[in-house]
């Protein structure tokens, strides 16, 4: 039985995505994403899902700078869950007796003004991750905890409120994080991930994006972060529809290869949702056969 890491402890949205990704495999509970990650890279664990993007909050920090750093790993599918908060407390907590709220920094993003209206007495505590905020409610070391509702039933909470937020409608999208080795089949609804250090030149991320434009590769993501321990240098993670066996994703890669001081392939995998606007294969082909045979001398 295969074995995945996800950030726990139990009743996390990280171990529903594991759930959801791979309903066979054994969950091992990690104590942060950059634990679960390294657990892949030493062997300890078959995978990891760990969240990469939340519609309301945007990426999360330290899956990017750990997908970017150490050892590589490659994102093997991806799970959007929708994102619905409960606050819980002990059993006979009435909200006036709420003076701490326990959550991770991300939920606590997310149910800012909902709290201000409804526990305006209250202070928010950070956590490791919610469901880590509703052990401190069993501990005795916050009152209130605003994590997934299903951490209610394991830990033996209340509800006292459901459906909590400040935007309806949050999603974060999870990833499968593994060792390199047999990349996903081709679905022909697919992303391709990346990370690229570019050049320090004028003009040099604009080459970056031409790569994809001039493809008519669609570009989903891109977003900087700071390479650690130099200011004003920055890492570019790009997302961008299509599979790295297309040609013309494949093409744009190599292309980056050879303009970026460095590019580091993070997969191509299924992707959720809409089924975006990947690269015309046969076009590209077609392209590529039209110059084989002018080279050739046998068209014009």
């Known amino acids: 039985?295969?074995?995945?890491?996800?950030?726990?402890?139990?009743?996390?949205?990280?171990?529903?995505?594991?759930?959801?990704?791979?309903?066979?495999?054994?969950?091992?509970?990690?104590?942060?994403?950059?634990?679960?990650?390294?657990?892949v890279r030493a062997g300890e664990v078959d995978g990891a899902c760990v969240p990469v993007e939340n519609s309301v909050e945007g990426s999360v920090p330290a899956t990017l700078d750990s997908l970017a750093e150490a050892e590589p790993v490659v994102a093997v599918a991806e799970h959007v869950l929708p994102i619905r908060f409960s606050v819980l407390v002990r059993p006979g907590t009435a909200p006036g007796g709420v003076r701490t709220v326990a959550t991770h920094p991300h939920a606590a993003a997310q149910v800012r003004r909902w709290i201000a209206e409804h526990l305006p007495a209250a202070t928010t505590v950070l956590t490791t991750s919610t469901s880590a905020a509703a052990v401190a409610v069993v501990d005795g070391n916050a009152d209130a905890a605003v994590c997934a509702p299903v951490a209610a039933a394991h830990y033996a909470l209340h509800e006292l409120a459901t459906g909590v937020h400040d935007i309806g409608d949050a999603e974060t999208r999870f990833l499968l994080l593994r060792r390199p080795g047999t990349l996903p089949a081709r679905t022909g609804t697919d992303r391709t991930s990346l990370v690229a250090v570019a050049a320090d030149r004028p003009g040099a991320l604009l080459e970056v994006l031409a790569e994809f434009a001039l493809r008519s590769i669609n570009l989903t993501r891109i977003e900087s972060r700071p390479m650690k321990g130099r200011l004003g240098e920055y890492r570019f993670f790009l997302d961008c529809d299509g599979h790295v066996t297309d040609p013309a994703v494949g093409d744009a890669l190599a292309e980056l290869h050879r303009r970026c001081h460095s590019v580091r392939f993070l997969g191509s995998y299924p992707r959720?949702?809409?089924?975006g606007t990947g690269p015309d294969p046969a076009g590209f082909a077609a392209a590529q056969d039209w110059l084989a045979a002018v080279r050739g001398g046998r068209g014009a």
Not at 272 to 275: D, Y
């Open 1 to 39: 039985m295969p074995t995945l890491a996800y950030l726990g402890p139990q009743g996390t949205f990280a171990e529903q995505a594991a759930h959801a990704l791979d309903p066979a495999a054994d969950l091992v509970s990690a104590t942060s994403v950059t634990a679960a990650i390294d657990a």
């Open 272 to 275: 959720t949702g809409s089924p």
